[in-house]
C-alpha cells in the first residue's frame, strides 16, 4: 500500500491520541493539529478506507491473506485537516463514515498481517514529526515513544448519542440504542484482539469526555502540549 499525506505546518511533536470509537478523538486531534500547525493522520480512517475498499471488491473480512495483499496495493491519500480521505484517487471521505463501513473496518483491523502493512506506512507518515495521530495504537505500537500521549474515552451512551446526532444532521435515520450496542460490540473487538489491543499506553494523559464540549478536550490538550514543549 502506498499513503502520502499533504504537505504542511512545522515539524516537532509527534503527538498520538487513542480511544475507543465516537470518544472525540479525531474532532480534537484535528482542532489540536490546526492550533499547533501540525499534520493530522487519521489512522482510523486508512483502516475505514481498506474496509471499504474490501466490500467493493467482494473479499471476505475473514481473509486475512488477501486483506493484507489487497492493502499493500491500495493507495491511500489524506490531505487538509485529516478530513479527506482518497482511495485510489477517488473521494471517499464520505463513503467511508458509514455504519457498514464501520464494522468492515474494525473486523479488517484485527488482522496481523494487516496490521503490519499500515502501521508501517502510518510510522512513514508521522516519522518526521509536527504530526498528530489518533487511533487505537498509536501509543502502544505505531509510535511507542511519542513525545505526548493521550487516551480520549467517554461512556458508550454518551458516544452513541453523538453519533446518533451526526447521522441526523447527516439527513440518516439511526436508532440509538442500536448504535450503542455496535459501540459496544467494537470495543469488545478492539481491546481483546491478540495483535494490538486497544489499550491505555504508558504515560498517556487520560481525558473523559463525557462531559466535555470539543473546545474544552481541546484546551486542555493544548496546554498539556505546551508544557511538554516548554520543557
Given at each position: 500500500?502506498?499513503?502520502r499525506?499533504?504537505?504542511?505546518g ?14 472525540g478523538?479525531s474532532?480534537?486531534?484535528r ?11 487519521d ?6 478506507a ?14 486475512e ?5 489487497l492493502?499493500?496495493?491500495t ?23 458509514t ?5 468492515a473496518?474494525s ?13 508501517a ?21 505505531v ?5 505526548v ?16 446526532a451526526e447521522?441526523?444532521a ?5 436508532d ?7 459501540i ?5 473487538a478492539?481491546?481483546?484482539?491478540s ?6 499506553a ?6 473523559d469526555?463525557t ?7 481541546v ?13
Open positions: 500500500m502506498k499513503a499525506v499533504a504537505p504542511g512545522g515539524r516537532r511533536l509527534v503527538i498520538a491520541i487513542d480511544g475507543p470509537s465516537g470518544a478523538k474532532t480534537a486531534g482542532a489540536l493539529a490546526r492550533r499547533l500547525g501540525y499534520l493530522f493522520l489512522t482510523g480512517a486508512m483502516y475505514r481498506l474496509g471499504l475498499k474490501a466490500l467493493r471488491a467482494g473479499v471476505p473480512l475473514d481473509a491473506a488477501a486483506l493484507a495483499e492493502a499493500r496495493t493507495r491511500i491519500e489524506l490531505a487538509g485537516s485529516g478530513d479527506v480521505v482518497s482511495l485510489d484517487g477517488e473521494d471517499v471521505s464520505g463513503a467511508i463514515r455504519r457498514e463501513v464501520s464494522a473496518a473486523r479488517v483491523s484485527v488482522h496481523p498481517s494487516v496490521r503490519r502493512v499500515m502501521v506506512h502510518q510510522q512513514e507518515m508521522g516519522r518526521a514529526g509536527g504530526v498528530v495521530l489518533d487511533g487505537r495504537d498509536v501509543g502502544t505500537v509510535f511507542p515513544h511519542a513525545d500521549k493521550f487516551y480520549v474515552d467517554a461512556d458508550p451512551r454518551r458516544r452513541a448519542e453523538r453519533r446518533h447521522l441526523a447527516a439527513g440518516t435515520a439511526s440509538v440504542d442500536a448504535i450503542e450496542r455496535e459496544r460490540a467494537r470495543d469488545h478492539d481491546s481483546t484482539r495483535d494490538s489491543p486497544l489499550t491505555r504508558p504515560g498517556a494523559v487520560y481525558l469526555t462531559g466535555l464540549a470539543p473546545e474544552e478536550v484546551q486542555r490538550m493544548a496546554a498539556i502540549v505546551e508544557e511538554r514543549l516548554r520543557a
